[in-house]
């Protein structure tokens, strides 16, 4: 019988429990690492009733035990680097970026209200907001001893919001620039916005394209559809793909078929993504011609009478 350790190969005698010769690496931790990668190897246990350690220093792979434990301890922490490496897939760089987006947006928000606020506190109303406010309120000029000091805090904090918004502009870039690489059908149908947006709620290009149409329509509504199943809401007609233009532009009494034929096309694309990536010029075409046949057939329904 042959057993596989991560330092060598032994062959048993199963009938005498005995090694009958064996095969050592290489003391290389990085060509034993690859090696682990492709086929299980032993890392703890015995052969024939010796214990690995005292195999390892027998035969010349390691020169005492406190050396063996310090390599089998410094391959363990390569193995999970590497293993952790092959799992960053360029879809999970997509997902990394428009949650990146997601979460800039919403820290702006907040920190845009509050300089929003003081800026009133210290010198007048304003309709102006976020980048608009900040870059303001850097150019002004002090005149009033008894405001510098506030001032000067307010434009550090606008300055530290502009460089917050010039990050997500960067981001934005990053995914207009990867999204065609990664998912060429889904950007030309949904747009590299909006894609990345429904890999990240689906968790992934390979769980978007095995999702059914059905999902993919209403995924990102989860309180609706929570609604929905405990009795307290109809069932929505569309999730975060409302944000796509040929539904949030679209009659109330359209955007259900409408997203109905926009999931199903996504559909689609995703699994051309997944496992061909090459642009299906058809699917575009064909969603454009279903959404006008929507939008010629699906009249206004007529209100009930009372």
Same mark, same amino acid.
């Given at each position: 019988?042959?057993?596989?350790?991560?330092?060598?190969?032994?062959?048993?005698?199963?009938?005498?429990?005995?090694?009958?010769?064996?095969? *050592?690496?290489?003391?290389?931790?990085?060509?034993?690492?690859?090696?682990?990668?492709?086929?299980?190897?032993?890392?703890?246990?015995?052969?024939?009733?010796?214990?690995?350690?005292?195999?390892?220093?027998?035969?010349?792979?390691?020169?005492?035990?406190?050396?063996?434990?310090?390599?089998? +301890?410094?391959?363990?922490?390569?193995?999970?680097?590497?293993?952790?490496?092959?799992?960053?897939?360029?879809?999970?760089?997509?997902?990394?970026?428009?949650?990146?987006?997601?979460?800039?947006?919403?820290?702006?928000?907040?920190?845009?209200?509050?300089?929003?606020?003081?800026?009133?506190?210290?010198?007048?109303?304003?309709?102006?907001?976020?980048?608009?406010?900040?870059?303001?309120?850097?150019?002004?000029?002090?005149?009033?001893?008894?405001?510098?000091?506030?001032?000067?805090?307010?434009?550090?904090?606008?300055?530290?919001?502009?460089?917050?918004?010039?990050?997500?502009?960067?981001?934005?870039?990053?995914?207009?620039?990867?999204?065609?690489?990664?998912?060429?059908?889904?950007?030309?149908?949904?747009?590299?916005?909006?894609?990345?947006?429904?890999?990240?709620?689906?968790?992934?290009?390979?769980?978007?394209?095995?999702?059914?149409?059905?999902?993919?329509?209403?995924?990102?509504?989860?309180?609706?559809?929570?609604? +929905?199943?405990?009795?307290?809401?109809?069932?929505?007609?569309?999730?975060?793909?409302?944000?796509?233009?040929? *539904?949030?532009?679209?009659?109330?009494?359209?955007?259900?078929?409408?997203?109905?034929?926009?999931?199903?096309? *996504?559909?689609?694309?995703?699994?051309?993504?997944?496992?061909?990536?090459?642009?299906?010029?058809?699917?575009?075409?064909?969603?454009?011609?279903?959404?006008?046949?929507?939008?010629?057939?699906?009249?206004?329904?007529?209100?009930?009478?009372?």
């Amino acid at each position: 019988m042959q057993i596989r350790t991560w330092f060598g190969i032994f062959n048993v005698d199963v009938e005498n429990n005995t090694i009958i010769n064996a095969e *050592i690496f290489p003391n290389d931790l990085s060509s034993i690492t690859k090696r682990l990668l492709h086929e299980p190897l032993l890392l703890r246990g015995n052969v024939a009733g010796s214990d690995l350690r005292n195999l390892a220093v027998k035969y010349g792979f390691a020169g005492s035990n406190d050396e063996y434990d310090k390599l089998l +301890h410094e391959l363990e922490i390569m193995l999970a680097k590497e293993q952790v490496a092959q799992t960053v897939t360029p879809d999970r760089r997509i997902i990394a970026a428009v949650e990146a987006i997601d979460d800039l947006n919403e820290t702006g928000n907040v920190l845009s209200e509050r300089l929003r606020e003081w800026y009133i506190m210290n010198f007048e109303d304003t309709i102006l907001k976020g980048e608009e406010l900040a870059r303001k309120i850097i150019g002004i000029g002090m005149d009033d001893p008894g405001k510098a000091s506030d001032l000067e805090i307010m434009q550090s904090f606008s300055s530290s919001l502009v460089a917050s918004y010039e990050t997500r502009d960067r981001i934005e870039e990053y995914l207009k620039k990867n999204m065609p690489l990664i998912a060429p059908n889904i950007t030309c149908i949904t747009g590299h916005i909006l894609g990345a947006r429904l890999l990240s709620i689906a968790g992934g290009l390979e769980k978007l394209a095995f999702m059914p149409s059905s999902t993919i329509q209403v995924i990102g509504a989860n309180n609706a559809l929570f609604k +929905h199943l405990k009795g307290k809401a109809p069932s929505p007609k569309h999730g975060v793909i409302f944000r796509h233009p040929l *539904i949030n532009t679209a009659p109330k009494w359209q955007r259900g078929k409408i997203a109905r034929v926009l999931a199903a096309k *996504i559909s689609l694309a995703s699994r051309y993504d997944l496992y061909s990536g090459e642009v299906k010029e058809d699917l575009q075409r064909e969603l454009r011609l279903k959404v006008e046949a929507i939008r010629k057939n699906s009249t206004r329904p007529k209100k009930k009478s009372r």
